[in-house]
C-alpha cells in the first residue's frame, strides 16, 4: 500500500476536540465532518487538503474521548494517511475501524509542513520526497492492510 501526499503538519497532543468539536457530533456524514476537521486549530484547515495529503503529527495523536467522529472528519477532509510518533489507542482502533491508515515514526520533527511524502506501508518505509531523506518505521501489518482496503473493519467482515 502506497501512499503520496502534501504534508500538514500538527504537533502533540491533538485531541479529539481539536479534530473535530464535539457541537458537530451529531452527524455522522464524513463530507460534513471533514468540511470541520481541525477548524479549531485551523479553520481553513479543510480548504488546504487536497485528496491523498498526509497529516504528520507529534506524540499522543488522538488524545481524548473515544469519539469515531474524529477519524471520520479526518479521512472526510481527504487525508489519506496519519503519521504521528505515537497514537492514542482507542484513536488507533477507531482508525482502522473506519479504514484511515495510521503509522507511527519516531523522527515526525524531520519532515516539515508542505513537504512532499510518499509512504510505503508494506515496506515500513516513508520517503521524503521534497527532502531526499528515507525513514525506517515497522511495516503495516497484513491483516490491517487488507481491513484498510476493504475501507473499515465492517466491510472486511462483510466481504468474509
Not at 479534530?19 to 451529531?26: F, G, P, S, V
Not at 464524513?30 to 486549530?41: A, K, T, W
Not at 506524540?59 to 477519524?71: I, K, M, V
Request: glycine share 8%.
Amino acid at each position: 500500500m502506497i501512499i503520496k501526499g502534501k504534508v500538514h503538519k500538527l504537533g502533540d497532543d491533538i485531541n479529539t476536540d481539536d479534530i473535530i468539536a464535539a457541537k458537530y457530533l451529531d452527524s455522522q456524514d464524513p463530507n460534513f465532518l471533514g468540511d470541520r476537521c481541525m477548524e479549531n486549530i485551523d479553520p481553513s484547515f479543510s480548504k488546504k487538503v487536497n485528496k491523498g495529503d498526509i497529516i504528520v503529527a507529534g506524540q499522543n495523536f488522538g488524545c481524548g474521548s473515544s469519539r469515531e467522529h474524529a477519524p471520520i472528519a479526518i479521512k472526510g477532509s481527504g487525508i489519506a494517511l496519519v503519521v504521528a510518533e505515537s497514537f492514542a489507542r482507542i484513536f488507533f482502533r477507531n482508525a482502522i475501524n473506519i479504514g484511515l491508515p495510521i503509522i507511527e515514526l519516531k523522527k515526525t520533527t524531520k519532515i516539515s509542513n508542505g513537504d512532499l511524502v510518499k509512504a510505503d506501508l508494506a515496506k515500513g518505509v516513508i520517503e521524503n520526497k521534497t527532502k531526499s531523506k528515507l525513514y525506517q518505521t515497522n511495516s503495516f501489518p497484513q491483516f490491517l492492510q487488507k481491513i484498510i482496503a476493504k475501507g473499515g473493519l465492517i466491510n472486511w467482515i462483510k466481504s468474509k
